[in-house]
């Protein structure tokens, strides 16, 4: 089945440390996001790749880069991880940047950051 | 910009029970629209959307949803529920200005026996 991976489901780092998010996508899909989501809130949009072509949200915080080296894998770095930054990071993917193909997203299952 | 309101943050229904799940968008054109499913731990899956066309849609699941313009609602419906069901509830409208889609604050629905 074609669908989305994040690895891993579970990701516990130290205050400041480092820390890498994976993902990929079997979908062929155009376009990668991340999304950022906080207990019992909505999932808050951080940037996504359109191909090769990078967009960041203009609230995101610099703490958060992302790379996509190919079509199928993104990962989302997280340079000085603060407490703050603990959350769910979901990936997705859409077929387009634009209308309808940008609207149906297809989630990963998501990784959880724990900060110590 | 479009914004999503979803009135309830918690519902109970019992095992059996009918649903309703309540969504009200801000846009003045036809919107596109959107409830995607969240169960514990788990990314977001696509229930149903709506883009223009029959104002009933129908999802996975046995879910539906019905479009009305002059209430500006997307309420999502399902006539029993099942223990299953017990997840958190998104629905979201497709951005124009931003291409992204705008997510509600949730509704985490709770089923009893």
């Known amino acids: 089945d074609a669908m989305v991976i994040q690895n891993p489901r579970y990701q516990v780092t130290q205050f400041g440390k480092p820390v890498t998010l994976s993902c990929s996508q079997t979908l062929n899909h155009n376009v990668m996001y991340w999304y950022q989501q906080k207990s019992s809130q909505a999932p808050k949009l951080l940037f996504h790749y359109y191909d090769k072509d990078f967009n960041n949200e203009a609230d995101t915080p610099d703490n958060f880069q992302s790379r996509r080296p190919n079509t199928s894998f993104c990962f989302l770095d997280i340079r000085s991880p603060g407490l703050g930054d603990a959350a769910m990071y979901l990936c997705?993917?859409?077929?387009?940047?634009?209308?309808?193909?940008?609207?149906?997203?297809?989630f990963g299952p998501g990784t959880r950051l724990t900060v110590t | 910009a479009q914004s999503v309101t979803q009135p309830d943050i918690h519902i109970t229904v019992s095992e059996g029970a009918s649903l309703e799940l309540r969504c009200n968008y801000s846009y003045g054109a036809t919107p596109y629209l959107f409830w995607y499913v969240q169960s514990p731990g788990q990314g977001l899956q696509l229930l149903l959307k709506?883009?223009?066309?029959?104002?009933l849609v129908q999802g996975i699941k046995g879910f539906e949803a019905e479009f009305k313009r002059s209430q500006s609602s997307f309420n999502l419906r399902k006539p029993s529920v099942h223990w299953s069901d017990a997840a958190e509830y998104f629905c979201a409208v497709g951005e124009v200005e931003g291409n992204k889609l705008v997510f509600g604050a949730g509704t985490i629905l709770r089923v009893k026996s």
């Open positions: 997705a993917t859409s077929r387009d940047r634009w209308g309808i193909k940008a609207y149906e997203q297809y």
């Open positions: 709506y883009f223009s066309g029959d104002t």
